[in-house]
């Protein structure tokens, strides 16, 4: 969630902090604050709401110093307020956290017998009251530091900065990311390298239970038995981590339009140079021996698993089984011999989807992953990572990033039947030649973003909305809900279409918009049948085919909008994008904030 960066520098790192911070805040934007150096004196600003706000109280109460960290916030304990905002301070101590400290209220207690009171509602304040608490006690700040991270439970990525020590900053992560980067004389701490990408291409990850003690010229990484440890420095693709809209009004307009490159990207890594066999990266698995898949992941990537179980089911004869990230794990699942898990996560980093790996490793035959950060935690934990290629996605709600994992997931599932001999030679050259197409056909598609714009004004003028789908088309239509709901605050849902006389044909009148993703295939009859149950009671069917489906689909329909024709099984790929474009225009009609839409983050790095 949160967003941490760290400056030791050789300039005033005030601006560099703010503009660090920038590159993070779709990690949250409830608060930000940075605290610095100045004289041997800590100081901080803090400032509720977008980082803008903090930008114009610097411009009026400026910070001096070279050493300084910065927060921007996703609220978990407490409200968004300044007294709330990170960085948090204890006498000589400034802390910036994200994660959860789990026995924050043992710790306050403790605290408490000790005389020492609290000021915030937060989890985070009690890290630097402790911190402070050692370092009265006549503890050096290194230990001071050590001591504290020893008592916490839970998650946690930090940074701490000390009151008289202008050439130190002490970094450690548990089950949240943080990464060191190197420079001349310079050294940096973020939650990611993409807050790191303006100042160094050399970063360093710190693993589980490392601790790091940070010099402008030196790095000392110790792990959670207090031993030194050499972690790589890796150089990393600075064109990966370029934030910019490109010419768009929104990271999400463009983020939609980047996906037919991203997808033909994603293709290219995959496929033999003559497009004709698939590859995978690492180790071959030998997919005869699997008798099932399990598939954890989170929102928009929980539809991208529940997509996929149509295709390894149809296509390579495997029993898939998939689970929300947050539910897996305390149910404790049998995992049975011959299984192989399977996670996938934007980020890599996603705390529940993480914490089900865990509780898979060595239980399950092999475990995979697919991802968009090759160096992320959920990837380094696996037997076999598969990167989607998508490139930093910075839109709160996903759109490359989901049709890049769909891609990457059918491929998989078209290598697993053919390893299973369910597929002859000649269907998988033609799927693979359809998806070599696939990227030409997305630009076809976004031809018609006219028609989109116009049917989102008709819909934003609701309240609520229906999505309906069939088959490939049913997780289409959860994400179609889910978008919808995210950025543009239409309450909306999903259902199978046949499912909808079974309750919630009720909620059908002449107020409800009914979304209907229905190419023209084998279950499109049926579709239509669900279509006349819904017109029949007054419903505005708003239905996205291709030309034949939009031809057959009779009269009464309020709003067609037509899409390109593909093989059924590439449809949910191609049928992501409609959507998006709904979803985007409709909150572009509304007035919300596309790109940072309220009470959501990007990277779910808190259970």
């Not at 789990?102 to 009251?129: F, K, Q, W």
């Not at 990408?197 to 601790?211: K, N, Q, S």
């Not at 992320?376 to 709600?397: F, K, M, Q, T």
């Not at 229905?518 to 239905?543: H, W, Y």
Request: proline share 5%; hydrophobic share 45%.
């Amino acid at each position: 969630m949160c967003g941490i960066v760290g400056v030791l520098g050789q300039h005033e790192v005030a601006p560099i902090l703010v503009e660090a911070l920038k590159r993070l805040e779709y990690r949250g934007y409830d608060s930000a604050g940075i605290a610095t150096i100045e004289n041997g004196k800590l100081d901080r600003r803090r400032a509720v709401g977008k980082l803008v706000n903090l930008s114009d109280l610097l411009v009026h109460e400026p910070l001096a110093g070279k050493i300084g960290i910065g927060h921007t916030r996703w609220a978990t304990h407490g409200a968004p307020n300044v007294a709330n905002a990170h960085p948090h301070r204890a006498g000589k101590v400034a802390v910036v956290h994200n994660g959860i400290i789990e026995n924050y209220r043992e710790l306050r207690s403790d605290l408490a017998a000790e005389g020492i009171g609290h000021e915030t509602d937060t989890d985070t304040e009690t890290v630097a009251l402790l911190a402070d608490h050692y370092l009265a006690q006549g503890l050096a700040p290194v230990d001071a530091a050590r001591a504290t991270i020893a008592r916490l439970e839970g998650a946690y990525a930090l940074c701490f900065l000390f009151d008289g020590e202008p050439d130190l900053l002490i970094a450690a992560r548990k089950g949240s990311p943080l990464a060191v980067g190197h420079g001349i004389g310079e050294m940096y701490v973020g939650s990611d390298a993409i807050a790191l990408a303006p100042m160094t291409d050399r970063v360093t990850y710190l693993e589980e239970g490392d601790m790091a003690v940070i010099t402008r010229t030196s790095l000392l990484i110790t792990d959670h038995t207090h031993t030194p440890v050499n972690r790589e420095a890796r150089t990393i693709e600075v064109d990966n981590t370029r934030v910019d809209k490109a010419g768009h009004k929104h990271f999400m307009a463009k983020e939609i339009a980047e996906q037919p490159a991203v997808i033909g990207g994603a293709l290219g890594h995959y496929l033999s140079e003559d497009g004709r066999q698939i590859t995978l990266p690492g180790e071959e698995i030998d997919f005869k021996k699997i008798n099932r898949f399990t598939m954890v992941a989170c929102g928009t990537a929980y539809y991208a698993c529940l997509t996929a179980k149509y295709w390894f089911e149809q296509i390579a004869g495997l029993p898939v089984e998939v689970d929300i990230a947050s539910e897996f794990r305390y149910r404790e699942p049998p995992v049975t011999p011959g299984t192989v898990a399977l996670f996938v996560s934007q980020s890599g980093e996603t705390a529940d989807t993480l914490a089900a790996l865990r509780y898979c490793s060595g239980r399950a035959d092999a475990i995979l992953s697919v991802v968009n950060v090759p160096e992320s935690s959920i990837a380094r934990e696996s037997d076999l990572a598969l990167p989607i290629h998508a490139g930093v996605e910075i839109g709160v709600a996903s759109t490359k990033a989901f049709t890049c994992q769909l891609t990457v997931l059918l491929l998989l599932a078209l290598k697993a039947a053919q390893a299973r001999g369910r597929i002859s030679d000649d269907r998988l050259a033609d799927l693979l030649s359809a998806l070599r197409a696939l990227p030409a056909t997305l630009n076809t598609a976004m031809e018609s973003n006219e028609d989109f714009r116009t049917a989102a004004r008709l819909l934003s003028a609701s309240d609520n909305a229906l999505f309906l789908g069939r088959g490939l088309m049913y997780p289409l239509a959860l994400e179609g809900a889910l978008k919808l709901k995210e950025i543009s605050y239409i309450h909306a849902e999903a259902y199978p279409s046949g499912e909808l006389k079974h309750g919630p044909i009720a909620l059908i009148d002449e107020t409800m918009p009914v979304i209907v993703l229905a190419p023209c295939d084998s279950l499109f009859d049926k579709t239509v049948s669900n279509m006349q149950e819904v017109m029949a009671r007054g419903g505005q069917i708003m239905l996205i085919s291709d030309a034949k489906g939009a031809a057959d689909a009779g009269a009464g329909v309020w709003q067609t909008l037509t899409m390109p024709t593909v093989d059924p099984i590439l449809s949910p790929i191609l049928y992501a994008l409609p959507v998006q474009l709904l979803a985007y225009h409709t909150a572009v009609a509304k007035g919300t904030d596309v790109d940072q839409p309220r009470n959501l983050a990007k990277s779910v790095t808190v259970e």
